[in-house]
């Protein structure tokens, strides 16, 4: 039995729908079951930080995100080694590296978990990816009500990955042996600006975008209207570094999965509806 944490996000659930497509026992950990519209034959279970030991009857691996702790994750880690998971695969970030900013808001949430991990006697993996193709779902309600899209830093490099990239490597991770202590720096294929990117999704939407750069003081609210302003200075502060700046690039995903990382464009395909009216 694998159980997944964070099991209705974006590399969650795709992780889920992966495993069950395989055949494999799943646990989908949710707060909200009845809503969490996952595969029938994943077995949904309401997550309470609470009552943790009971969540973990039976599985022997566990996908893990850092926000489906509930900010108990020493807890959380000691009633799944008890319980008996062996191995735990961690979704990180890849703001962990040498040479990174440690006081970033998101650096020290990463950080903390894989201590914590790593202190917790489970087998581990790490998965690091940098920029997710779904921080483009920013730009989803502004394209919905129209064709001019506002945001920060036309000119920023990033090479955003597929979140069903990151679940087939976490889907390797889980079942193939030889992951234990790894940490796996995941990206895209290719380096986008944010202009390339509108574009892309212009294209998937049948329609003509233009991108408007605004300042990061009227791009917060506007783009991150649910998240603290602490982390929001962070991320904005992270973004203004990319700009000109080539992105890393890895072949993770192909060296693990066996196929090629999908490109933003592919991405944009994928969820083209999620841009329509």
Not at 39 to 51: H, L, S, T
Not at 171 to 182: I, P, S, T
Not at 199 to 206: D, K
Not at 241 to 259: F, M, Q, S, W
Request: net charge negative.
């Amino acid at each position: 039995m694998i159980a997944v944490t964070g099991a209705t996000g974006n590399v969650g659930r795709a992780l889920v729908e992966r495993l069950v497509a395989g055949g494999q026992p799943v646990r989908a950990l949710t707060r909200d079951p009845e809503r969490a519209g996952l595969p029938d034959k994943a077995e949904v279970v309401k997550f309470q930080a609470d009552d943790q030991a009971a969540l973990f009857a039976g599985v022997t691996r566990l996908f893990l995100y850092v926000q489906g702790a509930g900010g108990r994750m020493p807890e959380l880690l000691d009633a799944a080694r008890t319980a008996g998971v062996r191995h735990v695969v961690l979704l990180s970030s890849g703001i962990i590296q040498e040479g990174a900013d440690e006081t970033h808001p998101i650096h020290v949430m990463h950080a903390t978990a894989e201590r914590q991990i790593r202190d917790s006697g489970l087998a581990w993996t790490f998965l690091r990816p940098n920029a997710f193709a779904t921080n483009a779902f920013q730009w989803a309600p502004q394209i919905r009500a129209g064709n001019t899209v506002r945001g920060v830093f036309a000119g920023m490099l990033t090479a955003p990955i597929h979140e069903d990239d990151i679940a087939a490597v976490a889907e390797r991770a889980l079942l193939d042996d030889g992951h234990e202590g790894a940490a796996h720096r995941l990206t895209g294929p290719a380096a986008t600006t944010n202009t390339d990117q509108i574009a892309a999704i212009a294209r998937a939407v049948g329609r003509e975008l233009t991108f408007v750069e605004v300042t990061p003081q009227e791009a917060g609210p506007l783009l991150f209207p649910q998240t603290p302003p602490e982390l929001v200075r962070g991320l904005l502060k992270a973004f203004e570094a990319t700009v000109g700046v080539l992105p890393e690039i890895t072949t993770t995903v192909e060296e693990i999965t066996g196929r090629p990382a999908r490109t933003f464009a592919r991405w944009a395909e994928d969820h083209a509806a999620d841009f329509r009216p």
